[in-house]
Protein backbone atom coordinates (compact mmCIF):
# COMPACT_ATOMS: atom_id res chain seq x y z
CA UNK A 1 0.00 0.00 0.00
CA UNK A 2 1.80 2.90 -1.10
CA UNK A 3 -0.57 5.60 1.40
CA UNK A 4 1.68 7.55 3.46
CA UNK A 5 0.28 9.34 6.43
CA UNK A 6 0.97 12.93 8.01
CA UNK A 7 1.14 12.90 12.06
CA UNK A 8 0.15 16.40 12.08
CA UNK A 9 -2.45 16.14 10.78
CA UNK A 10 -3.68 13.13 13.36
CA UNK A 11 -6.94 14.05 15.04
CA UNK A 12 -7.54 12.37 17.97
CA UNK A 13 -9.93 13.80 19.45
CA UNK A 14 -12.42 12.98 16.41
CA UNK A 15 -11.16 9.39 15.74
CA UNK A 16 -12.20 9.05 19.63
CA UNK A 17 -16.01 9.27 18.79
CA UNK A 18 -15.45 6.67 16.35
CA UNK A 19 -12.85 3.82 17.84
CA UNK A 20 -13.29 5.33 21.31
CA UNK A 21 -13.82 1.75 23.70
CA UNK A 22 -14.05 -0.52 20.65
CA UNK A 23 -12.74 -3.49 20.34
CA UNK A 24 -10.26 -3.86 17.25
CA UNK A 25 -8.63 -6.19 14.91
CA UNK A 26 -6.78 -5.53 12.09
CA UNK A 27 -5.57 -8.24 8.91
CA UNK A 28 -3.63 -7.30 6.08
CA UNK A 29 -1.10 -5.04 5.13
CA UNK A 30 -1.52 -1.56 5.88
CA UNK A 31 -0.25 1.51 5.42
CA UNK A 32 2.18 1.50 8.03
CA UNK A 33 3.90 -1.55 9.73
CA UNK A 34 1.26 -3.80 12.45
CA UNK A 35 2.56 -2.36 15.55
CA UNK A 36 2.69 1.50 14.55
CA UNK A 37 -0.73 0.90 13.04
CA UNK A 38 -2.15 -0.73 16.55
CA UNK A 39 -0.02 2.07 18.43
CA UNK A 40 -2.52 4.96 16.71
CA UNK A 41 -5.66 3.06 17.27
CA UNK A 42 -4.87 2.73 21.05
CA UNK A 43 -3.99 6.45 20.77
CA UNK A 44 -7.37 7.32 19.55
CA UNK A 45 -9.18 5.18 22.47
CA UNK A 46 -9.57 1.65 20.58
CA UNK A 47 -8.73 -1.78 22.47
CA UNK A 48 -6.64 -3.90 20.22
CA UNK A 49 -6.70 -7.52 19.40
CA UNK A 50 -4.80 -9.62 17.62
CA UNK A 51 -7.76 -12.06 17.58
CA UNK A 52 -11.32 -12.41 16.06
CA UNK A 53 -13.43 -13.32 18.69
CA UNK A 54 -17.30 -12.55 19.86
CA UNK A 55 -15.90 -9.66 21.28
CA UNK A 56 -14.23 -7.86 18.25
CA UNK A 57 -16.58 -4.97 17.51
CA UNK A 58 -14.42 -3.61 14.48
CA UNK A 59 -11.56 -5.42 11.81
CA UNK A 60 -10.00 -2.95 10.17
CA UNK A 61 -8.84 -4.46 6.54
CA UNK A 62 -5.65 -3.93 4.46
CA UNK A 63 -4.42 -5.79 1.75
CA UNK A 64 -4.08 -9.37 1.44
CA UNK A 65 -6.50 -10.12 4.59
CA UNK A 66 -6.12 -13.19 5.73
CA UNK A 67 -8.81 -15.79 7.55
CA UNK A 68 -9.51 -13.31 10.35
CA UNK A 69 -12.13 -12.10 7.72
CA UNK A 70 -13.57 -14.97 7.12
CA UNK A 71 -14.16 -15.14 10.79
CA UNK A 72 -15.01 -11.51 11.43
CA UNK A 73 -18.01 -12.35 8.48
CA UNK A 74 -19.14 -15.55 10.35
CA UNK A 75 -19.59 -13.10 13.95
CA UNK A 76 -21.07 -10.55 12.57
CA UNK A 77 -18.19 -7.33 13.49
CA UNK A 78 -18.12 -4.52 11.79
CA UNK A 79 -15.70 -3.88 9.04
CA UNK A 80 -13.97 -1.22 7.49
CA UNK A 81 -11.35 -0.51 4.79
CA UNK A 82 -7.43 0.47 5.80
CA UNK A 83 -8.06 3.56 4.43
CA UNK A 84 -11.33 4.07 5.61
CA UNK A 85 -9.10 3.51 9.37
CA UNK A 86 -6.20 6.31 8.33
CA UNK A 87 -9.48 8.53 7.11
CA UNK A 88 -10.92 8.50 11.11
CA UNK A 89 -7.04 8.95 12.01
CA UNK A 90 -7.12 11.92 9.78
CA UNK A 91 -10.53 13.76 11.27
CA UNK A 92 -11.98 13.14 7.68
CA UNK A 93 -14.48 10.57 8.82
CA UNK A 94 -16.71 12.02 11.39
CA UNK A 95 -19.13 9.84 13.20
CA UNK A 96 -22.40 10.27 11.63
CA UNK A 97 -20.59 9.88 8.05
CA UNK A 98 -18.90 6.61 9.06
CA UNK A 99 -20.37 3.65 6.40
CA UNK A 100 -19.20 0.13 8.10
CA UNK A 101 -20.12 -2.12 5.91
CA UNK A 102 -20.15 -6.15 7.71
CA UNK A 103 -20.50 -7.67 4.44
CA UNK A 104 -17.28 -5.71 2.58
CA UNK A 105 -16.45 -7.65 -0.68
CA UNK A 106 -12.90 -8.16 -0.43
CA UNK A 107 -10.90 -10.25 -2.79
CA UNK A 108 -10.03 -13.07 -0.72
CA UNK A 109 -8.27 -15.18 -3.84
CA UNK A 110 -8.72 -17.36 -6.48
CA UNK A 111 -11.55 -15.03 -8.25
CA UNK A 112 -12.52 -17.37 -10.98
CA UNK A 113 -13.74 -20.04 -8.24
CA UNK A 114 -17.46 -20.11 -6.84
CA UNK A 115 -17.27 -19.96 -3.08
CA UNK A 116 -19.41 -22.20 -1.22
CA UNK A 117 -20.82 -20.24 1.30
CA UNK A 118 -21.60 -22.71 4.29
CA UNK A 119 -23.33 -20.07 6.74
CA UNK A 120 -26.45 -22.43 8.47
CA UNK A 121 -25.38 -25.18 6.15
CA UNK A 122 -25.58 -28.58 7.81
CA UNK A 123 -22.30 -30.85 6.37
CA UNK A 124 -22.07 -34.66 6.31
CA UNK A 125 -18.14 -35.73 5.75
CA UNK A 126 -17.10 -39.11 5.10
CA UNK A 127 -13.23 -38.21 5.27
CA UNK A 128 -11.00 -41.99 6.49
CA UNK A 129 -7.94 -39.80 7.24
CA UNK A 130 -8.47 -38.26 10.80
CA UNK A 131 -6.06 -35.76 10.68
CA UNK A 132 -7.70 -33.81 7.41
CA UNK A 133 -11.05 -34.44 9.32
CA UNK A 134 -10.13 -32.70 12.50
CA UNK A 135 -8.95 -29.82 10.16
CA UNK A 136 -12.06 -29.33 7.75
CA UNK A 137 -14.20 -30.04 10.90
CA UNK A 138 -12.97 -26.47 12.43
CA UNK A 139 -12.56 -25.00 9.01
CA UNK A 140 -16.43 -25.30 8.78
CA UNK A 141 -17.18 -24.29 12.30
CA UNK A 142 -14.62 -21.06 11.55
CA UNK A 143 -17.35 -20.44 8.26
CA UNK A 144 -20.59 -21.08 10.58
CA UNK A 145 -21.40 -24.68 9.54
CA UNK A 146 -22.70 -27.25 11.19
CA UNK A 147 -21.33 -30.86 11.30
CA UNK A 148 -24.52 -33.66 11.19
CA UNK A 149 -23.37 -37.26 10.99
CA UNK A 150 -26.01 -38.86 8.98
CA UNK A 151 -27.10 -37.97 5.49
CA UNK A 152 -31.04 -37.27 4.87
CA UNK A 153 -33.15 -34.45 3.93
CA UNK A 154 -31.72 -31.67 6.71
CA UNK A 155 -27.81 -32.23 4.85
CA UNK A 156 -27.33 -29.50 2.47
CA UNK A 157 -23.67 -30.59 2.12
CA UNK A 158 -21.39 -33.74 1.72
CA UNK A 159 -17.84 -33.84 1.43
CA UNK A 160 -15.86 -36.51 0.45
CA UNK A 161 -12.90 -38.73 0.06
CA UNK A 162 -12.93 -40.60 -3.24
CA UNK A 163 -12.66 -44.73 -2.19
CA UNK A 164 -14.94 -47.23 -3.61
CA UNK A 165 -16.94 -47.54 -0.26
CA UNK A 166 -18.38 -44.18 -0.61
CA UNK A 167 -20.01 -44.81 -3.85
CA UNK A 168 -23.68 -46.01 -1.89
CA UNK A 169 -23.45 -42.89 0.00
CA UNK A 170 -22.98 -40.36 -2.97
CA UNK A 171 -25.98 -42.04 -4.71
CA UNK A 172 -28.21 -41.09 -1.85
CA UNK A 173 -27.00 -37.54 -1.62
CA UNK A 174 -27.79 -37.29 -5.54
CA UNK A 175 -31.28 -38.75 -5.07
CA UNK A 176 -32.04 -35.99 -1.99
CA UNK A 177 -30.34 -33.27 -4.36
CA UNK A 178 -27.25 -32.40 -1.56
CA UNK A 179 -24.34 -30.55 -2.85
CA UNK A 180 -21.26 -32.69 -3.02
CA UNK A 181 -17.60 -32.03 -3.46
CA UNK A 182 -14.90 -34.21 -2.88
CA UNK A 183 -12.22 -32.80 -0.20
CA UNK A 184 -9.94 -31.14 -1.99
CA UNK A 185 -12.33 -29.27 -3.97
CA UNK A 186 -14.17 -28.53 -0.93
CA UNK A 187 -10.86 -26.90 0.23
CA UNK A 188 -10.49 -25.29 -2.54
CA UNK A 189 -13.82 -23.04 -2.70
CA UNK A 190 -14.62 -22.64 0.91
CA UNK A 191 -15.13 -18.94 1.14
CA UNK A 192 -17.73 -16.79 2.81
CA UNK A 193 -19.87 -15.12 0.47
CA UNK A 194 -21.82 -11.88 0.74
Known amino acids: MQERIDYKNLNFQSAREILGGKNIVFTGRGFLVRGELMRLARQAGANVDSLVTKKCDILIVGEKPG?????AKVLGCDIITISDFKDILEGKIKK?????DDTLNIDLGNEEM???NILRKNIT?????DAARERIIRSIKLNGGTIVNNIDENTDILVYQP???????LEMAKDL???VFTLGEFNKRLIINK
Do not use: A, C, D, P
Open 67 to 71: SKLRK
Open 96 to 100: EQIEI
Open 114 to 116: IGI
Open 125 to 129: LFISN
Open 163 to 169: SSQVNEV
Open 177 to 179: NIE
